[in-house]
């Protein structure tokens, strides 16, 4: 596609219940990122795959977050057991190349209740 | 740890006034910086990057290694560059980016 497509846009869950978060990046852009974005915390960054390497998984606050990456193209991130401090909006960028900056999607904005 | 520092977290210029929005970072071998604009209901989008020396929209940055400053600047504000402002740094050898918490700019008309 000609951007990095998110969905859904927005999602509203019940404390408790498991989500699951999709980006579709841009075709050939061999870098895709997950970071959350929170009112006054800035970009905090989540999950990182590049090519067929293994993910870094540093910045995933809990074992209730992970995420995959099929066939090198889209990703899935799930929170299981949601909270409401998980509320804040997803955001999923892809890169070709580190001197390139990322091209973000327009984020799923999760809201738990 | 890489870290990027945005001081301010909201700046307020009147229109055809100077902006300078103020980044440092940690330093670390040779960086790769970065600006990202965010508009009011629109995506983060990439505004300049230092490796190239552009000029976009009219603002500039300049790496400042002695300083690890990566200052964002444009003479005259306009209305339109109301956004939030966020400075951003590649580490050595990776992809990964680290941002700092951003800065809101508020043009006055």
């Known amino acids: 596609g000609a951007g990095v497509s998110q969905s859904p846009s927005n999602k509203v869950t019940e404390k408790g219940k498991d989500v699951e978060l999709r980006c579709d990046p841009i075709?050939?852009?061999?870098?895709l990122y997950w970071y959350r974005q929170s009112l006054g915390q800035g970009l905090e960054f989540l999950i990182y795959f590049q090519g067929n390497s293994a993910p870094d998984k540093s910045g995933l606050p809990s074992d209730r977050f992970s995420a995959e990456r099929t066939g090198g193209s889209v990703s899935t991130l799930t929170i299981q057991r949601t909270q409401q401090e998980d509320s804040a909006v997803y955001l999923c960028a892809s890169t070709p190349g580190r001197n390139y900056g990322y091209t973000f999607g327009s984020g799923t904005r999760l809201t738990v209740v | 740890a890489q870290r990027v520092t945005q001081p301010e977290k909201l700046l307020s210029v009147f229109k055809g006034a100077p902006v300078e929005l103020k980044c440092n970072y940690s330093y670390s071998g040779s960086p790769e910086l970065f600006w990202y604009v965010q508009y009011s209901r629109q995506r983060l989008q990439l505004l300049l990057r230092h490796i190239s020396r552009e000029s976009i929209k009219g603002f500039t940055a300049d790496l400042n290694k002695g300083e690890t400053s990566f200052h964002l600047k444009k003479p005259f504000a306009q209305e339109e560059d109301s956004a939030m402002y966020y400075c951003?740094?590649?580490?050595?050898?990776?992809?990964?980016?680290?941002f700092g918490k951003g800065t809101k700019l508020s043009v006055i008309p």
């Open positions: 951003a740094r590649a580490g050595a050898g990776s992809y990964q980016l680290t």
């Open positions: 075709s050939g852009h061999t870098a």
